[in-house]
Nanobody, 122 residues
């Protein structure tokens, strides 16, 4: 059974930094793209950043230059470093993983974590 567990969410002041972590566990064939999404109250979930196995990265326009994303293949983790946070960064941050299971190694399936709350006060 695949599980994604996020950690690191907190309540901070504008200008502060936070680091979110996501651990992927379970028995699977391959780990593909890892990403972070944010959902603010009353809004749709949107991409914050993702990183592919060979390092290609994508960032949402609202975080470019402030956030970085990394991954550790051995530990099966991804981290989101968030700097110079503002109230607009408030929301629940979800980890997403693209995973191929042993039952079908040619098909990747998206998995989600439960989310971690980030609140930024002005």
């Amino acid at each position: 059974q695949v599980q994604l567990v996020e950690s690191g969410g907190d309540s901070v002041q504008a200008g502060d930094s936070l680091r979110l972590s996501c651990k992927v566990s379970g028995d699977f064939y391959k780990l593909g793209v890892l990403g972070w999404y944010r959902q603010a109250p009353g809004q749709e979930r949107e991409l914050v950043a993702d990183v592919a196995p060979f390092g290609r990265r994508n960032f949402g326009g609202h975080v470019r230059g402030r956030f970085t994303i990394s991954r550790d293949e051995l530990k099966k983790t991804t981290e989101l470093q968030m700097n110079n946070l503002g109230p607009e960064d408030t929301g629940v941050y979800y980890c997403q993983a693209h995973i191929a299971l042993w039952t079908n190694i040619n098909e990747f399936v998206w998995y989600w974590g439960q989310g971690t709350q980030v609140t930024v006060s002005s």
